[in-house]
């Protein structure tokens, strides 16, 4: 199974993304304030997770550059007052924590029952976000689940385009192929994936559920890592983190 491994999945088969696997066929994903549970246990093993935090001076400022030693890639936004808006990795945060000028480290989190109308599956009922989502239950083929306009949201595009029937709603009443349906049994497996940088991923709480046709392959090995706000001059090889194994 891909449980665990990082995995190249194409968006409808036009690019790929690598992400995650978190879940497989049968498993259900939850996320309770940032905590991803899979079948009601704690996520094991999630790689070099990333979060947004509120990082809290005394007011004097945190140079760029020591930003940079920690690892930090992602844009920092400031007010000038001493407070920083930064994604770190539980590394990062534990070498900011010593500067003798930062108060405090917050982190960033979505309360629950904030809807994000970008996410799957993109139903007012449905109101989760980032930080706060599910559950979700991972389809697996062969098995055959009720379907009715409370949870169709879900397995609507499965259905009519990764399993190529004819879907259609008229009132109350699902047609498939014609027929009226009130089950429906999976023809794939499919993945829930999520990448590390938990704040800034385009990643199944967007996409939905990957199927097992989608997944190209298992990424292994870093050969080229780019810094996006630098220029080659500027240093924009990250030469630390090349001809690496991905773990």
Not at 60 to 86: C, H, L, R, W
Request: charged share 25%; aromatic share 14%; proline share 5%.
């Amino acid at each position: 199974e891909y449980f665990g491994d990082i995995i190249a999945r194409p968006v409808d088969k036009r690019e790929n993304f690598i992400k995650r696997c978190i879940g497989i066929p049968g498993d259900t994903i939850r996320i309770i304030d940032q905590k991803v549970f899979i079948n009601g246990k704690p996520e094991q093993n999630p790689g070099k997770l990333q979060y947004k935090y509120l990082v809290k001076t005394d007011g004097s400022a945190i140079n760029q550059k020591n930003f940079e030693k920690m690892d930090v890639t992602e844009p920092v936004a400031t007010d000038n007052n001493g407070t920083y808006e930064v994604t770190l990795s539980e590394e990062s945060k534990a070498a900011i924590q010593k500067f003798s000028n930062v108060v405090s480290i917050t982190p960033v989190i979505a309360s629950a029952g904030t809807w994000d109308p970008n996410l799957f599956p993109y139903d007012s009922a449905f109101r989760w976000n980032v930080d706060n989502f599910g559950p979700v239950w991972v389809p697996k083929k062969g098995v055959t689940i009720p379907i009715n306009l409370t949870n169709i949201a879900f397995y609507k595009r499965i259905i009519d385009v990764f399993e190529e029937n004819e879907l259609k709603i008229e009132g109350n009443t699902i047609y498939i192929n014609g027929k009226e349906a009130r089950e429906y049994t999976f023809k794939m497996d499919y993945y829930w994936v999520m990448g590390d940088n938990r704040h800034n991923s385009a990643d199944s709480r967007y996409w939905g559920f990957v199927p097992n046709d989608h997944i190209v392959g298992k990424a292994v090995f870093v050969w080229l890592s780019l810094d996006p706000k630098k220029s080659l001059i500027d240093g924009k090889i990250r030469w630390s983190k090349l001809f690496r194994f991905v773990k």
